[in-house]
């Protein structure tokens, strides 16, 4: 049983600690060498169609550092791609957002209060960051997931879907997604309680359904996790 509250020093403990109880996650790199590990698959990513997408956690919040290096992976023939909710201010959004070739968008709700009982945060911000993002002519993957008992109600996905369909041409898919549990072990490695524990699987149906129901919104839909 690892006694979290009397560990002042991380490092210090993984390091010291000869049982593995402690262990180093990530390392600090800088945009000109992250740049340079990631160029090193382009003919990967030539021959896929694919390119490198940033994600996280949330990379807007590391603006500087993600707009940095998708500039030099752009520069050389690269597509570059943003997974972001969308919860950070218009200015650090921005100009992040015009930097890279796609953002890929995150609305868990439509109603104010289902998104702050699933998240503890308002989604006004993220609702206007999409318009202006649609507004700019920015290309965006809109994703819908569908948590069980959370944010699946009728009336909330027919809410996302008029103003996802609302967005206009900029919104060029909708990846409709399953809940799933692969970040329990995260949690759990951090000594956390996993939020979703016992919270069951998205029926398949329920997925088809949306999809079909944004096909007649006119939106093309992709059901996917």
Same mark, same amino acid.
């Given at each position: ?37 990631? +160029?090193?698959?382009? +003919? ?35 597509? +570059? ?140 839909? +992709?059901?996917?996790?």
């Amino acid at each position: 049983m690892i006694d979290r509250g009397a560990c002042e020093n991380l490092m210090t403990c993984a390091a010291a600690c000869y049982f593995d109880a402690y262990e180093t996650v990530g390392f600090t790199i800088s945009p000109e060498d992250l740049a340079d590990k990631l +160029v090193r698959d382009k +003919v990967f990513y030539d021959q896929s169609g694919g390119g490198v997408t940033f994600s996280g956690g949330e990379p807007a919040l590391q603006d500087e550092f993600v707009l940095e290096t998708a500039k030099i992976l752009r520069s050389g023939g690269i597509h +570059v791609a943003l997974d972001t909710a969308g919860l950070v201010p218009w200015h650090r959004l921005e100009p992040l957002a015009d930097g890279v070739d796609l953002v890929l968008y995150d609305i868990k709700a439509f109603d104010a209060g289902i998104h702050r009982a699933c998240t503890g945060a308002d989604n006004r911000v993220i609702l206007e960051n999409a318009g202006r993002l649609a507004e700019n002519n920015k290309d965006m993957i809109i994703r819908m997931i569908l948590a069980p008992g959370y944010n699946d109600q009728p009336e909330d996905i027919e809410a996302r879907l008029r103003f996802i369909a609302g967005l206009g041409p900029s919104v060029r898919q909708v990846d409709i997604l399953k809940l799933h549990h692969l970040g329990a072990g995260k949690y759990h490695s951090l000594g956390l309680p996993f939020p979703m524990e016992g919270v069951g699987d998205c029926p398949d149906s329920l997925a088809e359904a949306v999809a079909q129901r944004a096909a007649e919104w006119g939106l093309k839909a +992709v059901v996917g996790g």
